[in-house]
Nanobody, 123 residues
Framework: VQLQACGGGLVQAGGSLRLSCAAS????????LGWFRQAPGQEREFVAA????????RYTDSVKGRFTISRDSARNTVDLQMNSLNPDDTAVYYC?????????????????WGQGTLVTVSS
């Protein structure tokens, strides 16, 4: 499966962006999906994940209440709505498909990755 993420860009602190990730080749159906991010000079970190049926979600503490992950099985997409952005959210954001249907928060639990989309938040 190939994943294509889009929606990144430059936004001022306090603003919003919506990232979207689409699958081609194979569907997302039956798999959990997640978003990770990697800031310059830092390791890739977990941001959010959603279970195969959308019933369960997990977020890293720093984005709780600001970010929302959602999925659309018909469109074969996973989105990340990001509100109240701050400069610490600046990073390349990656979507990923998990190896199974349950929510996972570690990168080893994901088998397919998108190419990343850059989010820059100015102060």
């Amino acid at each position: 499966v190939q994943l294509q993420a889009c929606g990144g860009g430059l936004v001022q602190a306090g603003g919003s962006l919506r990232l979207s990730c689409a699958a081609s080749g194979r569907t997302f159906n039956g798999y959990a999906l997640g978003w990770f991010r990697q800031a310059p000079g830092q390791e890739r970190e977990f941001v959010a994940a959603i279970s195969w049926n959308g019933a369960y979600t997990r977020y890293t503490d720093s984005v709780k209440g600001r970010f929302t992950i959602s999925r659309d099985s018909a469109r074969n997409t996973v989105d990340l709505q990001m509100n109240s952005l701050n400069p610490d959210d600046t990073a390349v954001y990656y979507c990923a498909r998990a190896k199974g249907g349950s929510v996972v928060t570690t990168a080893v639990g994901y088998g397919s990755w998108g190419q990343g989309t850059l989010v820059t938040v100015s102060s």
